[in-house]
């Protein structure tokens, strides 16, 4: 077993629709926990960071953290065509005093109009 | 503009012939990664260095070597002996070592004829 899960989909859903992306792990010592999306052929980029349970909004955008059951989600309200793109869910959990994310498969999601 | 720049963006190597991927930024950041993608299984840690002259081997550093001369810079040497190495790398770098918010280059491919 993966220390994180994370369905690779495809998850096609119609413009305007609200999104729903999940990830569960394994280690309780994870303490930071991130969303990047990563547009085909190019580098991730940071949309969520969070270190607490509960929720985080940011415009469309919400990340959910939920560590008694070691799951955690993002929420795309009102999605459009350019939502379109690979979700990476990430966290962190500290070695050497530094922490070092690990990274989920990523869920490929497809907005059509 | 402040970022990471990788180059090449794409390389083609011939089996038995070691390549090296350039890694440069001018975020002032202390700590870099190496990633490696493949298609399905997101993104893999190779090696990563928290300050200069000084790096430790991630998950999967087998066939891969790398330096660290310069804060600014941080190649990465895929030799021969890496078994499989057709994929996308990804270089990232972070402000201190607390590893959640990661800036990422915009890859270089490499794939092995």
């Known amino acids: 077993q993966k220390e994180v899960e994370q369905d690779p989909g495809p998850l096609s859903v119609p413009e305007g629709a609200i999104v729903s992306l999940n990830c569960t792990y394994s280690?309780?010592?994870?303490?930071?926990f991130m969303w990047y999306r990563q547009y085909s052929r190019k580098g991730p980029e940071l949309l969520m960071y969070?270190?607490?349970?509960g929720n985080k909004e940011d415009g469309r955008f919400t990340a959910q953290v939920d560590k008694s059951s070691k799951y955690i989600s993002l929420f795309i309200r009102d999605s459009q065509p350019s939502d379109s793109a690979t979700y990476l869910c990430?966290?962190?959990?500290?070695?050497?005093?530094?922490?070092?994310?690990?990274f989920g498969r990523g869920t490929s999601l497809i907005v059509h109009p | 503009d402040g970022g990471i720049t990788q180059s090449p963006k794409y390389l083609f190597r011939k089996e038995g012939q070691n390549v090296t991927l350039s890694c440069e930024q001018n975020?002032?950041?202390?700590?870099m990664y190496w990633y490696r993608q493949d298609p399905g299984q997101g993104l893999r840690l190779i090696y990563y260095?928290?300050?200069?002259?000084?790096?430790q081997k991630g998950d999967i550093a087998e066939g891969y070597s790398v330096s660290r001369e310069k804060k600014e810079s941080f190649p990465l040497t895929v030799t021969s002996a890496q078994k499989n190495p057709t994929a996308f790398y990804l270089c990232?770098?972070?402000?201190?070592?607390?590893?959640?918010?990661?800036?990422f280059g915009e890859g270089s491919r490499l794939t092995v004829l």
């Open positions: 990232a770098s972070s402000l201190d070592r607390g590893g959640g918010e990661l800036f």
């Open positions: 280690n309780s010592a994870f303490q930071y």
């Open positions: 969070t270190y607490s349970s």
């Open positions: 990430a966290m962190s959990l500290p070695s050497g005093g530094s922490y070092i994310p690990t």
């Open positions: 975020l002032n950041h202390d700590a």
């Open positions: 260095s928290q300050i200069v002259n000084d790096f």
